[in-house]
């Protein structure tokens, strides 16, 4: 698995949202995709996601004295490993989710930015709920966002589908201990 500081950078994420769930793409394509990333700074991403094992390559074809390459996205490498995220500190998780909070923003203002964006008839969602769960009830809702969302995940592009970009961030209200600790037993004797 990749490190977090291999994936959370805010040009390798929106390569990485561009490759999620699509066919191979070669680095031409993906310019045409993410147009405002410059060339060079495109080549050099690639190949560090490349070279991290994120990206495969799946094809190669001369074109002009040179080799054009198709990637794909690994899936199972391009995560931070609970582990990593275990050792991350303050500093690293606001850097980590201001990146991806400007991911989020980007991916946004490049949808409105088209003439023909509709947020309401296109299905466009944010919203946030508050909800009061033991430690096995959230960890049931998360398996069940996961798996509704990986059960759809690899659908074809024809049959009328629109590909949709789904993200998804959990934060407490609050700092708390786990139910049942000693610091607990403080708060409820207080």
């Known amino acids: 698995m990749a490190t977090a500081d291999v994936l959370l950078h805010p040009i ?3 390569i990485l949202q561009t490759l999620f ?6 680095t031409a394509q ?3 995709r ?3 990333i410059a060339p060079a700074t495109m ?7 490349a070279d991290a094992g994120v990206l495969e390559v799946v094809g190669e074809k001369r074109v002009r004295g040179t080799v054009e390459r198709s990637y794909r996205v690994r899936p199972e490498q391009a995560v931070v490993d609970p582990a ?4 991350m500190t303050r500093e690293d998780h606001q850097r980590a989710f201001t990146t991806f909070a400007a991911s989020l923003m980007t991916d946004f203002d490049r949808y409105l930015a088209c003439e023909d964006a509709h947020p309401i008839s296109d299905g466009v969602v944010y919203r946030q ?12 809702m998360i398996e069940q966002i996961e798996s509704t969302v990986l059960a759809r995940v690899g659908h074809a592009e024809d049959d009328g589908r629109t590909r949709r ?3 998804l961030v959990v934060v407490p209200d609050k700092p708390g201990t786990k139910p049942g600790t000693d610091a607990d037993a403080e708060r409820v004797a207080d």
């Open 30 to 32: 993906l310019r045409d």
């Open 43 to 49: 080549y050099r991403h690639i190949a560090v996601l």
């Open 129 to 140: 709920a508050a909800v009061w769960l033991t430690e096995d009830e959230f960890a049931a």
């Open 84 to 87: 990593a995220r275990a050792a």
């Open 12 to 14: 390798r994420m929106r």
């Open 34 to 36: 993410l147009p405002d």
């Open 165 to 167: 970009i789904v993200s």
């Open 21 to 26: 769930d699509a066919d191979p793409m070669t």
